[in-house]
């Protein structure tokens, strides 16, 4: 059980294996940060994070960018099913900013289908902004239903079930400091 260490006691049952470690999480979001530095350089950030499962991301990524960056937050709901999304978007919680002119980027923490940011995205570039872009920690390649341009992507993993770092299942596991899968047995799998 030693490699399941920094799990919190009361959840290691439930994990299957630590799928990214914190410390991998960590670096390759300054390695993201770096990038977007570079990007924007001379410009002014407006960061959009994706409630609820952005949170951390928004946190580390924010902290390691030396541009400088104003945060807003949004909420949306899908009309999916909890394991799929039908591409049907409701906005539970706007922008309090005008975009029109700003440099946006949206950050997320996984892309799967990509119907959530295909919709978020063309509702954005509708108000005008200068420029919007997409950083995502997570990306799954296989569940693409879209085309959707991803400009920073912090890791591509399988389709296996994943949480920690912001993600949840059925709200719980979002504290958890690394990314982990889900032992089959917590979701009926
Ligand atoms: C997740 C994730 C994205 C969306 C991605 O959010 O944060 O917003 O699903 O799925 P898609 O690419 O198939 O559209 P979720 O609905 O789980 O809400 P949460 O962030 O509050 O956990």
């Given at each position: 059980m030693s490699e399941l260490a920094s799990i919190p006691p009361t959840f290691r049952d439930d994990v299957e294996s630590i799928l990214i470690p914190e410390a991998e999480l960590d670096a390759r979001l300054a390695e993201l940060a770096a990038e977007v530095d570079r990007d924007y350089a001379g410009k002014e950030l407006l960061l959009v994070g994706v409630l609820k499962g952005a949170i951390f991301v928004m946190a580390d990524l924010a902290r390691y960018l030396t541009v400088p960056s104003a945060m807003d937050f949004m909420a949306v709901s899908s009309y999916g099913s909890s394991t799929s999304s039908s591409g049907v978007v409701r906005i539970l919680k706007d922008l309090d900013t005008e975009i029109e002119g700003r440099d946006v980027l949206i950050v997320e923490d996984i892309v799967d289908s990509g119907l959530t940011l295909d919709y978020l995205t063309k509702n954005l570039r509708s108000r005008q902004p200068a420029s919007v872009e997409i950083l995502s920690l997570l990306t799954k390649p296989s569940r693409r239903e879209v085309d959707l341009p991803v400009k920073y992507i912090g890791f591509e993993v399988p389709d296996v079930f994943v949480v920690g770092y912001g993600l949840d299942y059925a709200e719980r596991?979002?504290?958890?400091r690394d990314i982990v899968t889900l032992a089959p047995s917590v979701y009926g799998g």
């Open positions: 596991y979002r504290s958890l």
